[in-house]
């Protein structure tokens, strides 16, 4: 971990320090992730089990999947399902994926890839490692995240976007000891590659042993952090909360947020390894059902009619 870094941070753009009184964003709660099984049998981490929607809005969900090390015989993923009203991002780390759906969407997405698909008013996907780590078995870790679409778009046409590891836009913090990846939004005035219809940030932070990440954040965001791998601690000095791997942290308001990595890490893991996310609320009635995600109750019930009425697509043939 991670597949995406360079070998000196100094010399890539740097994010600069917030100058002047700003508001620090202090730590309201730190939850630890439940595991659980995803799709065929995949062990996962449900990041955000048990924080309110009101701190998650915009985002549904996140499951840190894996990291396990399989066997030969073992790699495990989905079978085809439905989605209607939202978006899933798909961020791996270590391992290969294979993406389909049922709107001609869909490839191979390694170590450092995103895949960002917007399910809008409906389709059918699947995702499954490929034959050839079936057969070897290998390290698989990745995330998958969930991000409510408006009410005026949740019927919008599907759209897929395939994001490459090389696309990702590389940043260090200021004194060059945490190294960022921007999948998404924007941060200091550099912006990501994810085309988002929700205005949220996404970025995948490697910071250094002893090391200090303080970041400028839109005070109208929210802002969630996960650890990935390591410990370390959150918020302003003095009143900062220690977590770590499998754990969530909330913030309260303000314009900028901080992250420290404790001296001592991992051995599997030099540095503390940190997603960052943070959202413009969309501060409406949100409904959840397995695969859908909509407004109402009714519309929960349309969208099961409309996919047995296979109204959501087809499985591809050869799919």
């Avoid at 030969?72 to 961020?91: A, D, L, Q």
């Avoid at 995702?127 to 995330?143: D, I, K, R, T, W």
């Avoid at 019927?155 to 260090?172: E, V």
């Avoid at 929210?222 to 601690?233: I, K, Q």
Wanted: glycine share 14%; no cysteine.
């Amino acid at each position: 971990m991670p597949a995406v870094t360079v070998e000196n941070p100094l010399t890539l753009p740097r994010v600069a320090a917030p100058a002047g009184e700003k508001e620090a964003r202090a730590v309201l709660a730190v939850t630890t992730a439940p595991s659980g099984f995803e799709g065929e049998g995949f062990p996962v981490r449900r990041a955000f089990m048990g924080i309110d929607y009101r701190y998650l809005d915009p985002f549904i969900m996140m499951d840190q999947m894996g990291e396990v090390e399989y066997q030969p015989g073992e790699p495990k993923g989905t079978p085809w399902h439905p989605h209607r009203g939202f978006e899933t991002v798909t961020y791996l780390i270590d391992g290969t994926f294979v993406h389909q759906d049922s709107h001609g969407g869909g490839g191979v997405i390694n170590g450092g890839d995103t895949q960002w698909m917007t399910a809008g008013s409906g389709l059918l996907h699947i995702e499954a490692p490929p034959e050839a780590l079936v057969v070897s078995g290998g390290l698989f870790h990745g995330l998958q995240l969930w991000v409510n679409l408006p009410r005026a778009d949740k019927m919008i046409p599907p759209k897929y976007q395939d994001i490459g590891g090389d696309r990702l836009k590389l940043l260090a913090s200021e004194d060059g000891g945490a190294l960022l990846r921007l999948i998404a939004g924007e941060l200091d005035g550099h912006r990501g590659p994810g085309s988002t219809h929700t205005p949220i940030t996404m970025i995948h932070a490697s910071i250094g042993p002893g090391a200090e990440l303080t970041l400028p954040w839109r005070a109208d965001f929210n802002a969630l952090a996960y650890g990935l791998a390591g410990r370390g601690t959150a918020g302003p000095a003095g009143s900062d909360s220690p977590f770590r791997t499998g754990q969530a942290v909330v913030f309260g308001h303000g314009e900028t947020l901080t992250i420290r990595a404790d001296e001592s890490q991992e051995s599997r893991s030099p540095n503390f390894e940190v997603v960052l996310l943070g959202g413009a609320p969309i501060r409406e009635p949100m409904m959840q059902y397995g695969p859908f995600v909509m407004n109402s109750r009714a519309e929960l019930a349309q969208a099961f009619e409309d996919f047995q009425a296979g109204r959501l697509g087809t499985i591809p043939a050869g799919g």
